[in-house]
């Protein structure tokens, strides 16, 4: 094990560097929050991915395998096919808003009256998003050291924390890359064929298991319909997404780079499938089905290869940690305190916004951890957080992209009631049922249109500006760069 031990201090080790070596290039907000909008396609389709994809997509990705063979690829498949119509259908007319968070492009559609309430919707999304990624620290160090659940979380939190506080974006985009490489060379190239070699080759597998493993839609029509409601209508949405279009270093980049990111989400679910369903035949009597890949990488691989697997799974798991992390800091920034700060700030006195936000990265990382120690239920958080997020701000969203009658008056009605229907509901079905999302999304729906229609069409003046924003055509406010000295 001291080799495999040797390649994680050295990954860990790595991505400190590159958050130092990040610090460097973040001078102004545009750089730190957004890595100056220059980000070209390998480089932006390399992040995109590594954000999508992290821990419940990898570990959860192989135990859904484990439990239900090839159909368990579904969940990351809506993940993907998600990230693809983002990027095919909405995503140019996103990055040309110029803008940093979903809020932004509420209160400039809507003309500023809708972006507090989905600001609050929108963080407490994203920092469960965080909480959950960074529950997933336990079971790798738990892998790895034999660690106290605890102290993992601290551990794993805090080198997350360090490099995105450093450089903000630029760090987690350089780290991103990283990780992009090692998920890909971990489970793509080594883990997937080592496991299936180890059960026999499919044909193997098809001998020792049900055919239910091999079916399609084994893991059932309804199973399938509720991850498309909740991570492909997720993705459209999700500030910790958006932010990474924000990073395009043009309208192109941030199409086709986004279809080869979904493209390779597609890859990665059906491999954590295949590993999984492996992993079934070669311990058919787990106790949980998410004890899966850590089983069959602590027993199947080599040394060094392990710690490599390993690493790769950290970085699943870290990748989605710091963009849920820096999404969850900007929107508490930006979209709450600022309008706070706004209220009662002297005329005249202007904040350093990196600082700032180098702030709230802090302040939010430290909180995260603090609720991933307290928190044990990973899949009932991140439920909670999809419910929400679908259920309250996918209609305003996209009403406000496509449907021209929208009014602020219907946004906020349609966060009021979706919200609203999603909680009511969760706490009369429970957390992981269906119902919630089925029931609360036509509720948001039904308002925003009810709403809309009974009041006085959107300011011609304020939909002249959106679509001069939608077109391009109105430039970003400049930010400061901050003083090399600082």
Known sequence: MAVDYL?????????LAMGWWGMRRARSKSEFLVAGRRLGPAMYSGTMAAIVLGGAST???VGLGYQYGLSGAWMVVTIGLGLLALSVF???RIARLRVYTVSEMLDLRYGGRAGVVSGVVMWAYTLMLA?????????IF?????????????????????YSVLGGMWSITLTDMVQFVVKTVGLLLLLLPIAVVRAGGFDGMRAELPTSYFDPL????ETIFTYVLVYTFGMLIGQDVWQRVFTARSDRTARWGGTVAGTYCLAYALAGAVIGTAAKVLYPKLGSADDAFATIVRDELPVGVRGLV???ALAAVMSTSSGALIACATVANNDIWARLRGAVRPSGAEPDEVRGNRAFILVMGVAVIGAAIALNDVVEALTVAYNLLVGGLLVP????LLWKRGTAQGALASVAVGGLAVIVLMAAYGVLADEPVFYGLPASLAAYVAVSLATRPTDAAVLAAWRERLAGRSPEPVSEPVPAHQ
């Open 218 to 221: 084994g893991i059932g029509g």
């Open 142 to 162: 738990d892998v790895l050291l034999d660690l106290d659940r605890t102290l993992a979380i601290v551990l794993g939190g805090s080198i997350v924390v360090a």
């Open 397 to 400: 969203i996209l009403g406000g």
């Open 7 to 15: 390649v994680i201090a050295a990954y860990l080790a790595g991505m």
């Open 310 to 312: 390993l690493a790769a």
């Open 59 to 61: 570990i959860g990705g």
């Open 131 to 139: 909480v959950t990624s960074t529950i997933a620290y336990a079971t």
């Open 90 to 92: 909405f995503s140019a």
